[in-house]
């Protein structure tokens, strides 16, 4: 009876999760999908992020070379497509739709307080955009790091429940009955902190590195302004 008994008994984590009970798998294979899904952001996000930085420093670099505002335009149009070369755009863009209208006008070709007021508005607007579009998917990490210990913890509560059904079913309560099914319950909590660590770290670091690309762009957009009040367009 003895050998019967500890043969039956689980001796690893996968025979835990092989013997589980049908809702502990189920609660298993969410959380691996939320697992998979996590790193696919991760690795997703770390590329944007490399890439947009690499694009970000070689862009600055000729921009820093520039001294009037025609050569950063072509600059722009002959770099690789990034978030610096959009907002650079979007700028001479809202110059030459500005001057168009005052030309037509007589008045000088350039801009009052209000219109540099008006610029600074369209920067922001642009640099929220690129912000937006780089940060995309971010907030699900956190979604990840907060869902996942609570679906730990139902797996966790059903594999309880399930043991004491089975102790109770078996008329008996000594510690080699109620162990597996305890076991069993904890690898869904286990499991759910596998997935919700990295989640976590991986919000933090990509929320931390948004912001400060976002404040480097807006740093961007304030040179541009400079640039043109240096050229007497402002």
């Not at 991986?202 to 912001?211: S, T």
Request: glycine content about 8%; overall charge neutral.
């Amino acid at each position: 009876m003895f050998l019967q008994i500890k043969s039956a008994i689980p001796s690893t984590r996968l025979e835990l999760i092989a013997n589980a009970s049908d809702e502990t798998k189920v609660v298993l294979v969410v959380l691996v999908v939320l697992s998979l899904l996590s790193w696919a952001v991760m690795l997703s996000k770390w590329n944007a992020f490399r890439g947009a930085d690499r694009d970000g420093r070689a862009f600055m670099q000729e921009f820093h070379k520039a001294t009037r505002l025609e050569e950063v335009a072509a600059l722009a149009k002959r770099s690789r497509p990034s978030a610096y070369t959009r907002v650079m755009q979007r700028a001479v863009d809202f110059l030459n739709e500005t001057q168009m209208v005052r030309s037509a006008g007589g008045a000088p070709a350039t801009l009052s307080g209000s219109q540099v007021q008006a610029l600074r508005l369209v920067l922001d607007a642009e640099t929220n955009l690129e912000r937006e579009r780089l940060g995309s998917y971010i907030p699900t990490l956190a979604m990840i790091g907060s869902v996942s210990p609570l679906l730990g913890l139902l797996g966790t509560v059903l594999g309880i429940i399930e043991a004491f059904l089975g102790v109770a079913r078996g008329g008996s309560g000594n510690l080699a009955a109620i162990a597996p099914g305890v076991a069993e319950a904890l690898i869904a909590t286990a499991t759910a902190l596998a997935v919700a660590i990295p989640a976590y770290f991986g919000y933090n670091i990509f929320a931390a590195r948004l912001n400060r690309f976002d404040g480097e762009l807006d740093g961007f957009g304030s040179e541009v302004i400079a640039l043109m009040a240096r050229e007497g367009r402002l």
